[in-house]
């Protein structure tokens, strides 16, 4: 070969080499720079991002309250998950808890599985006196609260869902639950709530399953963090300083005039009172009610299109209120309740005139039976008054002063919150109307949010062609057109 072609063959294999690895470098650099970028953009998105649900149920969009509630904690905050991986619910409470710990970065969580780590689960049982699992426990500030998983559940009610199934979940009200939990931890002083005594009312000391107990009531009170005690006006001789509200539930017999006096100058003091009173029962309260703008009515209410026996009562409508807010397609069942009306205050000035808020109507099939012992009941014109009626009313009005605001509940029926039926719509009503009179607004707005389960019923056949198509059919259809595409190319 030429020296001169051999010397410029070189020179071309330099050249070529030396393009090749600038070609080279500038490719590394470049990958380089996706690295650097793509590494930039993950560290920016977990410092700067924003949380989004956009599923269509919306479980795990928080209320403005539980973001406050959280906001408002400042020491560190434990959450601990005592779950089974299969509890029902489960999911939706590991969703909650994680938007819990999104906003408030002083919160710590921590799963654990009872199957699998039995010596952790012994350690928080002999720590919490945790008695079973599938409980959720808050600890604060050397304080906790052990929450069962089986209060977040809202199941269906026994007439709607198939005979022998087990009750599907309807909603689930974890967020509202753990926010009440961690208010009742942050609070500093626990709202005082008194139960009058010594007319007959519910027992709130009472267990058993019968119509006098209010065990359950106490005890979801109690769950808020309320502090509640029983009075009884004759052995007190007044309503204690303390009381941040007073429940009057289901007298029996009747309140003697000095004790309604004590309620009235209780109620001119900036007073908050729940009265639930029953039917074609006079225990003397009537004409203080009037007075503070409630009218009761000797009746009975019926609808005929919304009950089971006869003498029940099943209202799911309720009035725009903040105790009714969270209680959408929440059922609460009346037992032969008597209508609550506004009472008329003549000569009262507008701003100084009681504000009435119906909450619970019945339906527009119902009626007021003025004469209940008159069977069969039916509807008379111009005597009985026609659906839809008032069961239950909040009454709020300023008396004299600056933040003398005075609120009243009147409920016809006493039996809708009790141990006896254990419904938890009803027992919820009571609940809201007490954190209502003591101001607890951040009990009221967290409403439970709606599950819906979709289920795909197949039968064993359809079970079986399912399983041909997806695991032999599809497969094999791409199979033969695969190797068609082959052979195709090779002729």
């Known amino acids: 070969m030429n020296p001169r072609m051999r010397k410029e063959g070189k020179r071309s294999l330099r050249r070529t080499r030396l393009h090749k690895g600038v070609h080279g470098a500038h490719f590394m650099i470049q990958l380089s720079l996706l690295v650097i970028l793509w590494a930039m953009v993950i560290y920016l998105s977990q410092r700067t991002y924003q949380r989004e649900d956009w599923s269509r149920q919306q479980l795990t969009e928080l209320s403005a309250k539980t973001v406050s509630v959280l906001e408002s904690i400042e020491e560190p905050l434990q959450i601990i998950l005592l779950i089974t991986p299969d509890a029902h619910g489960s999911s939706l409470l590991e969703d909650v808890v994680e938007e819990f710990a999104a906003r408030q970065p002083l919160l710590q969580t921590e799963k654990v599985d009872p199957n699998r780590d039995v010596s952790r689960t012994q350690e928080l049982t002999a720590k919490y006196e945790v008695a079973e699992v599938d409980q959720i426990i808050i600890e604060y500030q050397g304080r906790h609260r052990i929450v069962p998983l089986s209060s977040m559940r809202i199941l269906e009610s026994d007439e709607v869902r198939e005979l022998g199934q087990e009750p599907r979940m309807v909603g689930f009200q974890g967020e509202a639950i753990l926010s009440s939990a961690l208010l009742a931890l942050t609070r500093v002083n626990s709202p005082v709530v008194y139960f009058l005594s010594g007319h007959g009312e519910k027992d709130i000391d009472n267990f058993d399953r ?117 209680m959408e397609n929440i059922r609460s069942i009346f037992i032969r309740p008597r209508s609550i009306t506004p009472a008329i205050q003549a000569g009262t000035a507008d ?8 909450l619970a109507t019945t339906s527009s099939q119902s009626w007021s039976e003025v004469d209940p012992e008159v069977e069969p009941l039916q509807f008379n ?35 809708f919150a009790g141990n006896w039926l254990a419904n938890g719509g009803g027992m919820r009503l009571l609940q809201n109307s007490i954190a209502w009179l003591v101001e607890e607004d951040t009990l009221l707005e967290v409403a439970p949010r709606d599950v819906t389960e979709i289920r795909l019923q197949l039968s064993r056949p359809e079970l079986n062609r399912l399983l041909l198509q997806a695991a032999v059919v599809l497969p094999g259809i791409a199979a033969v057109l695969g190797i068609f595409i082959g052979w195709r190319r090779r002729v």
């Open 210 to 326: 019968s119509q006098k107990a209010y065990s359950q009531v106490r005890e979801r009170l109690e769950a808020d963090q309320f502090d509640v005690r029983t009075l009884n006006l004759e052995q007190r001789g007044g309503v204690p300083q303390d009381a941040d509200a007073l429940v009057i539930a289901g007298a029996t017999s009747r309140i003697s005039q000095p004790e309604l006096d004590i309620l009235r100058s209780y109620m001119n003091r900036r007073g908050r009172l729940a009265v639930l009173v029953d039917a074609e029962i006079d225990v003397g309260l009537t004409p203080l009610l009037a007075e503070f703008g409630v009218q009761l009515s000797s009746d009975v209410v019926v609808d005929p299109a919304r009950t089971l026996q006869g003498s029940d009562v099943h209202v799911t409508t309720y009035s725009p209120h903040p105790i009714t807010h969270a």
């Open 351 to 358: 701003a100084d005139r009681p504000r009435f808020s119906s």
């Open 381 to 415: 014109p111009g005597r009985d008054q026609q659906g839809p009626i008032t069961v239950a009313a909040a009454v709020e009005w300023n008396g004299p002063g600056v933040g003398n605001e005075r609120r009243l509940v009147a409920v016809g029926d006493s039996v």
